[in-house]
T-cell receptor, first 114, second 111 residues
């Protein structure tokens, strides 16, 4: 049981390049989330998927797209990277039941846009 | 805007002392959670307290919740150097499965 996995761990892009961050979970969770973490800002929600086949915008969705490929996988795409997207990106998942919403986090992807 | 505001932003104590971190939030919640993040790692869930609970314990952790003041505190007793990490509160607002995180408290425990 690997939990939540993310690839790649590190990435350097030039402004305007595109890339996809991959996330997968093997816990049969129904909800998945993408966050970015910047110094002094905590975690900010980019997009989330409450269930397979649905996606919704979070607090900072501009410049990103997501795909909930199946129940296990939730990818985040940067179509045209900008230096402002330099950040650490975390994927998380939840098995939503009653009012207990513990999130399980992946190890993160550290992205630098030059 | 973020739901949770944490205080202090940084805390430095000696091993054996207690560490207290505070979190304030703005809207009604289902529950409030505390997470820990070691440098360069993902977040790990520590403890959850529901809106109808006032206090909860887990090992050396004690969490309180005051919904009338919209605030929570995390107490780590008898701290250890291994407790050095950033600690985040996260609120689960009513009506949704999302979590909204505060900026975190950076705790340093010196041996």
């Amino acid at each position: 049981n690997a939990g939540v996995t993310q690839t790649p761990k590190f990435q350097v892009l030039k402004t305007g390049q595109s890339m996809t961050l991959q996330c997968a979970q093997d816990m049969n969770h129904n909800s998945m989330y993408w966050y970015r973490q910047d110094p002094g800002m905590g975690l900010r929600l980019i997009y989330y998927s409450a269930s397979e086949g649905t996606t919704d915008k979070g607090e900072v969705p501009n410049g990103y797209n997501v795909s909930r490929l199946n129940k296990r996988e939730f990818s985040l795409r940067l179509e045209s990277a900008a230096p402002s997207q330099t950040s650490v990106y975390f994927c998380a998942s939840i098995l939503v039941k009653s009012s207990y919403n513990e999130q399980f986090f992946g190890p993160g992807t550290r992205l630098t846009v030059l | 805007s973020q739901q949770g505001e944490e205080d202090p932003q940084a805390l430095s104590i000696q091993e054996g002392e207690n560490a207290t971190m505070n979190c304030s939030y703005k809207t009604s919640i289902n529950n409030l959670q505390w997470y820990r993040q070691n440098s360069g790692r993902g977040l790990v869930h520590l403890i959850l307290i529901r809106s109808n609970e006032r206090e909860k314990h887990s090992g050396r952790l004690r969490v309180t919740l005051d919904t009338s003041k919209k605030s929570s505190s995390l107490l780590i007793t008898a701290s250890r150097a291994a407790d050095t990490a950033s600690y985040f509160c996260a609120t689960n607002p009513l009506g949704g499965g999302k979590l909204i995180f505060g900026q975190g408290t950076e705790l340093s425990v010196k041996p």
